[in-house]
């Protein structure tokens, strides 16, 4: 079909109509023209198609579908394959609901642990982050449905979500808030993009033309229509237009459409601006309409398998000390009401009407297993009775398993968490039963992290997050050993909140800008260079088997920073039972001259391996594993010098190392000014004759020489010298080196 023609027959009323949507969640087409109305969902980790009442924070019923691990559950995965393999069914899902578009995936950084829609996001990490996105996109993607990357920008806090201004400096943006949008929009063209709510650097984003129009197209080459997150249209819906938001939602303002109608009509904004926004949004429309397969089927069994399968490969065994796997001979005693009533999901609109939810309790019903609810999930206060109960019911079993977390009012989208702590009663209950019961394990079920004040008082401590629908079983099966753990922590868990980076500045201040002052140290990025004790570091996971590297090789040991560096390690599973390990491997540069984190991640790679396997694993590291983001010429910058290559099974348990000379091919020009420092000056051959002469007849030098007779202090003078600014050479040479000249050697510097 050709768009423009189609384009060319709507009448202006048309076009601005199609700028927003017809009603919650379709789009106002032209159907006079053929172009059937389509519907858009939440997103992301499973479908929310509301076929009758519409809201934005899923208060109201949906139809039933799958509902999957969240985000923060599934990236402990690290495991591109299980992303894209659920993107497929997630598509396959939209497909058989006829929604053209899936409202996900969520990628916006984890900033702090209290941040209420952590549960969604994927980590605290842009480079897992986008590796992760993008597969989920190829999955959604190749069914014919679009998905819309959310939400775009610096979206890292719920507390006034719709007015805070997120204050970042460049190199921030591009090195943690951007680029998990910037792999998936080079890599795997998302069909849409929704803008968030907030203001980024004084403009919301929804008006922002450098985010959405010079970054997002221009930069990265983003070709579909950007979609303002559900009210985030500010009161310029011409300004937002332009700026390159092409589609309001949720519709039907009649007077922003009436504004868009107005402007072209007094002439304030050209017609070509609504043409080029109606194309976008009608090419999207129609790669779904000319794909439309309704009559596809969910396979709501297989569906329900495939969540437990993803949960298994994403929950964290965080402690063992020898207590898991489970023997099945064993009494156990389940306690917690999430082990009957699990949590499995989050509040807001990722909410969905799960297809059938199975809890622990229920999977373990042919076990040794007995219960006790130990609290109730509608009041934070402990229950005496309850707690004396549980500690009855444990005493009795050989091992107690404690199902504690965080509940559904405390975590929810629109709103942070106050505090990293769980609830007071599930705090007593994981004391109350450690307190008589030696063999305790706890599994907790939340969409972040907490503080564990107990565990030295725990053997065993496994992750679940928010597990989706399938959670009990696939609690039980890694309890047991049925299946092996093999998530790592996508994000760090601080010893206390305090420790967080963002903890000064996070709320914002009385004006609503939240300065995201830390920069580029969020996450492990802070507390490695601060060398802070953590719970647990980012990467943390442990298995059932043990695992060995050896062998860390690089193709090359020097390199410009346009060539390829392929780095391989062996891993050997010395254990006994087979399991998956996750390689991460981290870059850094130990005596760079500018402040960045002392490594990063750029490569991860998850392996199976049988007992006494080994494998060797790849990576392949490009520029943009060396490089950072350098301001003063707006781009990504590689400095020349060594560079550390580190293989570990955490961001904290490196286990091999080596080191390549890395060469910049950029060559950057410096200018030279009054206020260029002495040292500066120095390092350029024509700036250090000149001077070396200038110092030999300056009053300066004689001091240098006379306090390095005297008092030895000749290197210090040095040190200073090379740090003052040029024009200091005028002012204390006593008139004996004139302005002119300083210009004549800036000139000659500068040529
Ligand atoms: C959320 C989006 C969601 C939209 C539609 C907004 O409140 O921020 O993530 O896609 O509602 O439900």
């Not at 894209?84 to 497909?95: I, Y």
């Not at 006829?98 to 209290?114: C, F, M, Q, W, Y």
């Not at 009407?353 to 402990?382: I, R, S």
């Not at 005297?710 to 040095?718: D, E, F, H, R, V």
């Amino acid at each position: 079909m050709d768009i423009k023609s189609i384009v060319a027959q709507m009448t202006l009323e048309e076009k601005a109509a199609l700028c927003s949507g017809k009603n919650f969640w379709h789009l106002e087409t032209p159907e006079r023209l053929g172009i059937p109305s389509v519907m858009v969902s939440d997103g992301p980790c499973g479908i929310r198609k509301q076929a009758d009442k519409s809201d934005h924070m899923g208060f109201n019923a949906s139809v039933p579908a799958t509902s999957y691990p969240t985000g923060s559950c599934m990236a402990c995965s690290f495991d591109r394959d299980l992303f894209k393999d659920q993107g497929v069914t997630l598509g396959n899902a939209c497909q058989a609901e006829e929604l053209s578009v899936l409202l996900g995936p969520a990628v916006n950084i984890k900033r702090s642990p209290l941040c209420g829609r952590n549960f969604e996001y994927l980590s605290e990490d842009p480079y897992l982050t986008g590796e992760l996105a993008k597969n989920y996109i190829d999955g959604v993607q190749s069914q014919d449905i679009g998905v819309s990357i959310k939400h775009y920008a610096a979206n890292s806090q719920e507390y006034h979500r719709m007015s805070n201004d997120s204050i970042v400096d460049e190199r921030t943006l591009r090195e943690i808030y951007l680029p998990a949008f910037e792999t998936a929009v080079k890599e795997s063209k998302p069909w849409t993009v929704m803008c968030s709510y907030n203001k980024i650097n004084g403009t919301f984003a929804a008006e922002n033309k450098y985010l959405l129009t010079d970054i997002l197209r221009d930069e990265w080459g983003f070709d579909g229509y950007v979609v303002s997150d559900w009210g985030a249209t500010t009161a310029d819906r011409v300004k937002c237009l332009e700026a390159g938001m092409d589609l309001e939602m949720p519709g039907k303002n009649l007077s922003n459409d009436k504004q868009l109608v107005d402007a072209v009509n007094n002439g304030t904004m050209d017609v070509a601006v609504l043409d080029t926004a109606c194309e976008r949004i009608l090419d999207v429309v129609m790669r779904y309409v000319d794909k439309r397969r309704p009559d596809t089927v969910i396979d709501f069994e297989a569906d329900h398998l495939k969540a437990q399968k993803i949960a298994e490969e994403s929950m964290v065994l965080l402690k063992n000390d020898g207590i898991l796997p489970l023997k099945k001979d064993q009494k156990v005693a389940f306690i917690g009401k999430f082990a009957e009533v699990p949590r499995f999901q989050g509040g807001g609109s990722s909410h969905v009407n799960a297809y059938k939810v199975t809890g622990a309790l229920e999977a373990a019903a042919d076990l040794n297993v007995t219960y006790a609810m130990g609290y109730d999930t509608n009041t934070a206060e402990p229950d005496e009775a309850l707690l004396a109960e549980a500690a009855e019911t444990a005493k009795a079993a050989d091992v107690a398993v404690v199902f504690v977390g965080i509940t559904d009012a405390l975590e929810s989208e629109g709103f942070d968490r106050s505090t990293l702590a769980m609830p007071k009663n599930h705090e007593a209950l994981v004391k109350a039963v450690a307190a008589v019961q030696p063999n305790t394990v706890v599994v907790v079920m939340c969409g972040g992290c907490i503080t564990m004040p107990w565990i030295n008082d725990v053997k065993g401590v496994l992750y679940a997050y928010l597990g989706g629908e399938a959670v009990g079983p696939a609690t039980v099966n890694l309890l047991y050993g049925d299946a092996n753990p093999s998530g790592k922590l996508a994000e760090t868990f601080p010893l206390q909140l305090e420790d967080n980076p963002s903890y000064l500045y996070y709320l914002g201040d009385e004006q609503d800008k939240t300065e995201y002052r830390e920069g580029v140290f969020v996450g492990y990025r802070y507390y490695d260079k601060k060398k802070m004790n953590v719970l647990f570091p980012f990467g943390h996971g442990l298995s059932y088997t043990t695992f060995e590297y050896s062998d860390l090789t690089l193709d090359k040991t020097a390199m410009k920073d346009t060539d390829t560096l392929t780095v391989s390690v062996k891993v050997k599973n010395t254990g006994a039972v087979k399991g998956k390990e996750i390689v991460q491997l981290y870059v850094g540069m130990p005596e760079s001259k500018t402040i960045r984190p002392d490594k990063e991640l750029r490569g991860f790679e998850k392996v199976e391996l049988e007992p006494g396997e080994e494998k060797t694993v790849s990576f392949q590291l490009s520029k943009r594993a060396f490089a950072y983001f350098k301001t003063d010429i707006n781009d990504w910058y590689v400095e020349s010098g060594k560079y550390i290559i580190l293989a570990g099974k955490s961001s904290r348990e490196i286990v091999c190392t080596a080191e390549v000379q890395v060469e910049s091919t950029t060559v950057l020009k410096k200018i030279y000014t009054m206020n260029s420092t002495m040292g500066e000056i120095m390092a350029n051959p024509v700036g250090a004759q000149f001077i070396g002469q200038m110092m030999a007849q300056s009053p300066l030098a004689a001091a240098a020489s006379d306090s390095e007779d005297s008092l030895g202090m000749g290197q210090a003078m040095i040190e200073m010298m090379n740090g003052m600014p040029l024009r200091t050479m005028v002012a204390f040479a006593g008139g004996m080196i004139p302005k002119e000249v300083i210009d004549g050697l800036l000139a000659q510097l500068n040529a």
